[in-house]
């Protein structure tokens, strides 16, 4: 029983079953946000397309297709928005913080390998390069420019 109770008290354990929860939760926010903005959006241009009671037989037997193109539509539309209202926003966000952090590696001018700012030597081709040193900030009062010489 105490092996049980290690199991279900693992960080990774946890973690997925919170995981799966907000995604259920997730889930019916997004089929509400489905069924209440996007499904109406599309009837303005021209009806709720319904495919549920399609269907044909085959020697007796009902194959219900239109359910299947039913939650086709509504897997597409899910997907649609999750991607445009959560995925895209979310990269961009991640790229803008990544921009921000300062780079450790540049390309060697030989091979266009990636090597340290710090390397006077490329570690695949081997060619002396010069060491990138950090510009030195502008004193106070003092531009950008005139630091410079320019």
Do not use: W
Not at 13 to 23: D, N, R, S, T
Not at 77 to 84: K, N, Q
Not at 130 to 144: I, K, L, S, V
Request: glycine letters at 8%; hydrophobic letters at 50%; charged letters at 15%.
């Amino acid at each position: 029983m105490s092996g049980f109770k290690k199991f279900l008290m693992q960080g990774n354990m946890v973690q997925l079953a919170v995981a799966v929860v907000i995604g259920a939760l997730f889930s019916d926010l997004v089929t509400a946000f489905t069924a209440g903005f996007i499904t109406p959006l599309i009837g303005v241009f021209g009806g709720v397309p319904t495919f549920g009671d399609l269907y044909f037989e085959v020697n007796g037997s009902r194959f219900l297709y239109g359910q299947f193109v039913d939650a086709l539509v509504g897997f597409l539309l899910t997907a649609a928005i999750v991607y445009f209202f959560v995925v895209l926003p979310m990269t961009k966000l991640m790229e803008r913080f990544a921009s921000e952090e300062e780079a450790t590696t540049r390309p060697c001018p030989h091979c266009q390998s990636e090597i340290s700012k710090a390397a006077t030597r490329c570690a695949f081709c081997t060619s002396e390069v010069a060491a990138e040193t950090p510009a030195a900030a502008p004193a106070a009062g003092e531009t950008a420019t005139a630091a410079t010489g320019s």
